[in-house]
């Protein structure tokens, strides 16, 4: 398919949104992938209502969700990103718990029928194919169980391998664009970041396959990987330390059981680096976060290394990664999927990260209990090594008096009498 054929059959974007209806419930594409000209021509529409719109985390502004949207737009969030916090707190916007790998099966079973896929896709090649780029994730069910697909085709959008195609037959109508990404910069690294991603390498062996979330911790410990050996990346998303890691040759991927020599992954998110990197680039296979994020996939590579971070944990190890009391942060996202993976898998490490504390310092985040409204992410029977900048533990075995005493020795100084006060109470501990 030259680029005359399709280029010429385009809309505006206020023409390709006019095939969203009232009460139809919309697929959103998300992170990079965000198609903001069709959100824009959408959020403009004034004679919707009861239009619901199913979505993991988006880039740029999201209008759908303004107060005076509220009564045409009701945004679901499977994973809450920066642009809906503020709605979903005040009632205008919703969030649905769920784990990363069971998404793309509410859409495929019907459990959540979906009417439109709005999408942001790469320029069909000369067999008719686009792909969904930077984010296949649960777009690829969305793109297959819905019953129209609107999309935005950019030119910048890279061309992605693995099972990221969505035929240009499929779709019902589109706009095309040139421009930018939106871009997920890197955050600096603070002194505390840097002594806790110091500690989660030293726990990274050599021959390791790494998943890892997005934010400093995270960018942190991968930087510091660059003297490692043999590394693989088999993940839900990366982002540019990645790239740094495989042009120092730490990572590989040849020791890998599934598919060995390739990086995996769901997403990307990072800068125009890491989007030139991914495009055309057969050694990274995007798949949908059903395969990506299964357990029983997961395991079956040796020495998978999980790395996750946290916002509370109790003395017992219960974590709370989606909400700080009843406000909704995030979402489970991929963190049980990979911990239990990690978990499984043979010489795996399961390792959740957090600073010591919050708020400049003035509250702890290990707690005698967790916050009144935290979500339970990951269970206390699934937690196993804690890393915070005073040290790492693993609580894997441990009876609850170990691993409170464990979790006192790597919180802050400042409240570890306290927190030995809190031990003692609940479990009649004496410390020596």
């Given at each position: 398919?030259?680029?005359?054929?399709?280029?010429?059959?385009?809309?505006?974007?206020e023409?390709a949104v006019?095939?969203?209806?009232?009460?139809?419930?919309?697929?959103?594409?998300g992170a990079?992938?965000?198609?903001?000209?069709?959100?824009?021509?959408?959020?403009?529409?004034?004679?919707?209502?009861?239009?619901?719109?199913?979505?993991?985390?988006?880039?740029g502004?999201?209008?759908?969700?303004?107060?005076?949207?509220?009564?045409?737009?009701?945004?679901?969030s499977?994973?809450?990103?920066?642009?809906?916090?503020?709605?979903?707190?005040?009632?205008?916007?919703?969030?649905?718990?769920?784990f990363?790998?069971?998404?793309?099966?509410?859409?495929?079973?019907?459990?959540?029928?979906?009417?439109?896929?709005?999408?942001?896709?790469?320029?069909?090649?000369?067999h008719?194919?686009?792909?969904?780029g930077?984010?296949?994730?649960?777009?690829?069910?969305?793109?297959?169980?819905?019953r129209?697909?609107?999309?935005?085709?950019?030119?910048q959008?890279?061309?992605?391998?693995g099972?990221?195609?969505?035929?240009?037959?499929?779709?019902?109508?589109?706009?095309?664009?040139?421009?930018?990404?939106?871009?997920?910069?890197?955050?600096?690294?603070t002194?505390?970041?840097?002594?806790?991603?110091?500690?989660?390498?030293?726990?990274?062996?050599?021959?390791?396959?790494?998943?890892?979330?997005?934010?400093?911790?995270?960018?942190a410990?991968?930087?510091r990987?660059?003297?490692?050996?043999?590394?693989?990346?088999?993940?839900?998303?990366f982002?540019?330390?990645?790239?740094?890691?495989?042009?120092a040759?730490?990572?590989?991927?040849?020791?890998?059981?599934?598919?060995?020599?390739?990086?995996?992954?769901?997403?990307?998110?990072?800068?125009?680096?890491?989007?030139?990197?991914?495009?055309?680039?057969?050694?990274?296979?995007?798949?949908?976060?059903?395969?990506?994020?299964?357990?029983?996939?997961?395991?079956?590579?040796?020495?998978?290394h999980?790395?996750?971070?946290?916002?509370?944990?109790?003395?017992?190890?219960?974590?709370?990664?989606?909400?700080?009391?009843?406000?909704?942060?995030?979402?489970?996202?991929?963190?049980?999927?990979?911990?239990?993976?990690?978990?499984?898998?043979?010489?795996?490490?399961?390792?959740?990260?957090?600073?010591?504390?919050?708020?400049?310092?003035?509250?702890?985040?290990?707690?005698?209990?967790l916050?009144?409204?935290?979500?339970?992410?990951?269970?206390?029977?699934?937690?196993?090594?804690?890393?915070?900048?005073?040290?790492?533990?693993?609580?894997?075995?441990?009876?609850?008096?170990?691993?409170?005493?464990?979790?006192?020795?790597?919180?802050?100084?400042?409240?570890r009498?306290?927190?030995?006060?809190?031990?003692?109470?609940i479990r009649?501990?004496s410390?020596?």
């Open positions: 398919m030259n680029h005359d054929d399709w280029s010429r059959l385009a809309v505006s974007a023409e006019s095939r969203i209806a009232s009460g139809h419930r919309v697929f959103l594409h990079a992938a965000t198609p903001t000209p069709l959100v824009s021509a959408m959020a403009a529409r004034h004679d919707l209502e009861g239009v619901r719109i199913y979505h993991l985390h988006t880039s502004p999201a209008s759908f969700a303004e107060p005076d949207a509220a009564a045409r737009f009701t945004s679901i499977l994973f809450t990103g920066a642009p809906v916090r503020k709605a979903v707190q005040e009632g205008r916007a919703d969030f649905i718990p769920i990363l790998s069971d998404i793309p099966g509410l859409f495929s079973s019907g459990r959540i029928p979906l009417d439109v896929a709005l999408l942001q896709l790469s320029p069909p090649d000369s008719g194919n686009c792909s969904l930077t984010s296949v994730d649960a777009a690829k069910a969305a793109a297959e169980s819905a129209f697909v609107i999309a935005e085709i950019n030119e959008m890279p061309r992605t391998h099972n990221t195609v969505v035929p240009f037959s499929r779709i019902s109508a589109f706009i095309r664009s040139d421009r930018p990404l939106h871009e997920h910069l890197a955050e600096p690294e002194v505390v970041v840097g002594r806790i991603g110091e500690l989660i390498a030293g726990l990274v062996e050599d021959g390791s396959t790494l998943q890892m979330g997005i934010g400093a911790i995270p960018d410990a991968l930087a990987l660059k003297e490692k050996h043999d590394l693989g990346i088999h993940t839900e998303m982002s540019d330390r990645v790239v740094d890691l495989v042009e040759g730490a990572v590989t991927n040849r020791l890998k059981s599934v598919h060995p020599g390739r990086i995996v992954t769901s997403f990307v998110a990072g800068s125009k680096r890491l989007f030139d990197f991914v495009h055309d680039n057969p050694l990274v296979e995007f798949h949908p976060c059903d395969r990506t994020n299964d357990t029983a996939l997961i395991r079956k590579n040796d020495k998978v999980a790395i996750n971070s946290a916002l509370q944990m109790d003395l017992t190890g219960q974590v709370c990664a989606d909400s700080i009391g009843h406000r909704i942060y995030s979402g489970i996202g991929g963190q049980m999927d990979f911990i239990r993976g990690a978990a499984l898998s043979k010489g795996g490490k399961a390792i959740l990260a957090l600073p010591s504390t919050a708020m400049g310092g003035r509250i702890s985040r290990i707690v005698p209990e916050t009144p409204g935290a979500g339970v992410v990951t269970t206390r029977g699934h937690i196993h090594w804690v890393v915070t900048e005073y040290g790492a533990v693993n609580l894997h075995g441990m009876t609850l008096r170990e691993r409170g005493a464990a979790l006192v020795s790597i919180a802050h100084p400042d409240f009498a306290e927190l030995r006060g809190d031990l003692r109470r009649n501990y410390f020596e």
